[in-house]
């Protein structure tokens, strides 16, 4: 055989479709209805967090507009106790979703048993609202740096100390901080 004609049909096989693609053809009565109301909720869900971010960008634009000015103890603890609030609901809602996904994977293997098309339903619902999820987790993680980046902007502290433009100088001092 020719070996051209052998290189001709040794070609990859195209990429899979998505399993929701497969599975939807097959929709039971009971998994279009929740199909529909899964996209109801999922949708209304990515809304509200559009109108979210879109007040959070707002905030983020109103307080980049203000001007330079040193904040007080009180301002500063304020700032502090903000920011940590911030991380710890990123987090709290990071282990919500985790605990979440584990009980839609031990639900998507019950309802795969009974009905697979309504699992998979229920399978594309959670991706839905899972990505939107992290992305508020995300947009709370920046928005803390934001306030660390305007704290500091602010903070009288913050300012002063010595300037290195030598590493070796940099790592002395910082050794030096830590006693090592």
């Known amino acids: ?12 096989p ?16 009971a998994a279009q209805d929740a199909e529909r109301i899964a996209r109801k909720h999922s949708d209304a869900f990515a809304r509200y967090a ?37 991380e710890a609901s990123a987090e709290q809602r990071a282990t919500q979703q985790a605990r979440m996904a584990k009980r839609v994977r031990r639900d998507h293997k019950k309802l795969f048993a009974e009905d ?23 947009a709370l993680l920046d928005y803390a740096l934001f306030l660390r980046a305007f704290r500091a902007e602010r903070d009288p502290g913050a300012r002063g100390g010595p300037t290195f433009d030598d590493q070796a100088a940099l790592k002395r001092h910082l050794d030096a901080l830590i006693g090592a």
């Open 1 to 12: 055989m020719d070996p051209a004609t052998i290189e001709a049909l040794n070609i990859p």
């Open 14 to 29: 195209p990429p899979w479709r998505p399993p929701l693609v497969e599975e939807r053809p097959w929709l039971s009565r």
């Open 50 to 86: 559009e109108d979210w971010f879109a007040t959070l960008e707002r905030t983020k634009t109103a307080l980049d507009s203000m001007p330079l000015e040193p904040l007080s103890a009180e301002e500063l603890s304020a700032f502090n106790r903000l920011i940590e609030e911030i």
């Open 116 to 138: 697979p098309s309504l699992a998979a339903v229920e399978r594309a619902f959670a991706g839905r609202v899972f990505a939107t999820d992290d992305r508020i987790i995300e």
